[in-house]
Each structure stands twice: as C-alpha cells, then as structure tokens.
C-alpha cells in the first residue's frame, strides 16, 4: 500500500522504582496487536536521559517523517490512562538515569514555554471511553517536568505539534499488559481519525484560499 500512514510510538527505559517500565511493556503489547493494515507502526524504547533524547528525537522525525508521534510513559500517580493536551519547555531539574540535567532547565533555548498538540485530547478522551473498551481514559495539561514532558515538548516542537502523550500507570494498578496495549490501539486510531479531519479541513481551506484570490 503506497500511501500507507507511519506512525511512532515510544515507550520508557527503566528508572527509580520502576525497574519495568509499564510504558515500554504497553508498547511492545500495541506492536503485537498492530494498527491494521493501513498504517505502518515503528516502536523504540528511549533512555531516560535528556541527552538521549536530544539526540534519539530529531533523527525519528527525519528518518520516518511520520504522521503521528506517541509518546508513553508511565506515571505512580495515574489510576487512568491519561491523554497529555502540551508540553513544557521549562523547570527541568530532576536528574536523569545518568544524574544529569539540563544546565538552562528547560528543553529549546528558543521555543514558547508551551505547546500545544495539534490533537484535541478531550475528544479523543471521550471516543474511547464511550467505546467500551473497559479501561478508563482521562485528560491532563500537566506532563510532570521529567523525562515524560521533555521528550513530548521536544517532539510538538520537532512535529508542527503533531504528537502526542500518554501516560500509563504501573502494571497491575489496574491494568494488565494486555489492557494497556488495547488502550493504546484504540487511543492512536481515535488520533489519526482526528488528524484525517484535520488534514481535510486544512486541504479544504488552501483550496477555498486558492479559489478566493483568483475572484479578486
């Protein structure tokens, strides 16, 4: 299929207590699960490193020109999983897995303090609970200010702001495996329908531009 949809999700390397990343576990259970023949999904695993990630994001973004870019990690405060409307650019101080943090505390010496993703989490929030798929789903405009907001506010920076983020709770508090992989199905497909509207909307707008300025 030529015109096939790439998509990237990512999931976190071990760090603190989590000496598995229920993150990376629920990405690796999408990729058994897939995303259907139309779209062609590429999964990694980052380091919870700021350097890494300077480093790791730019070349995804190249090397794939994806669509979409997802983000997981995972969160000891979560119960649901939750959809991440932006990202923060500044007030990184925790130390990373190699004890080191940013000497500016912040991601892009010249972006804004937020971005915003091109995706309305409260919509895709609302079609997958309303699907019933048995895991419950929420929204938050607060990423944490570790590796989990760092890597999202360096990808909506990298992306024209199309990714997003999604943070899981720990294995077994509640989900499963199985049961975060399926939540993460269902969350992507919800995106990309969004995306596919909004690529129609914004076609639509050029062409009645376009239309315009030959009336005038």
């Known amino acids: 299929m030529a015109n096939k949809k790439k998509v990237i999700v990512t999931g976190f390397e071990p760090f603190g207590e989590y000496t598995v990343n229920s993150s990376w576990v629920a990405v ?27 480093s790791l994001l730019p070349s995804l973004w190249e090397q794939h020109q994806p669509q979409l870019v997802v983000h ?47 995706l309305d989490m409260d919509t895709v929030c609302k079609k997958v609970n309303d699907s019933d798929l048995g895991v419950a789903v929420s929204v938050s405009k607060d990423a944490g200010r570790y590796l989990c907001d760092y890597s999202y506010y360096y ?50 707008d050029t062409h009645n531009e376009h239309c315009n300025h030959k009336h005038q």
């Not at 699960?33 to 779209?39: N, R």
């Not at 119960?79 to 932006?86: A, S």
């Not at 992306?159 to 983020?165: P, Y």
């Not at 939540?183 to 995306?195: G, N, S, Y």
Request: proline share 5%.
């Open 72 to 118: 997981v990690g995972v969160s000891g405060l979560a119960t649901t999983v939750t959809l991440e409307q932006c990202g923060h650019n500044k007030g990184y101080k925790r130390l990373d897995n190699h004890g080191f943090c940013p000497a500016s505390q912040c991601c892009t010496e010249s972006g804004p303090d937020r971005i915003n993703s091109v």
């Open 155 to 204: 990808s909506l920076y990298l992306g024209q702001r199309r990714a997003a983020f999604v943070h899981v709770p720990p294995l077994g508090k509640p989900y499963s495996s199985q049961d975060l992989g399926r939540a993460l199905q269902a969350i992507v497909w919800e995106m990309l329908k969004l995306l596919e509207v909004k690529n129609t909307e914004e076609e639509e």
């Open 28 to 54: 690796q259970e999408l990729q058994r699960l897939g995303l259907g023949e139309a779209v062609d999904l590429y999964v990694c695993e980052v380091p919870v490193e700021y350097q890494a990630v300077q």
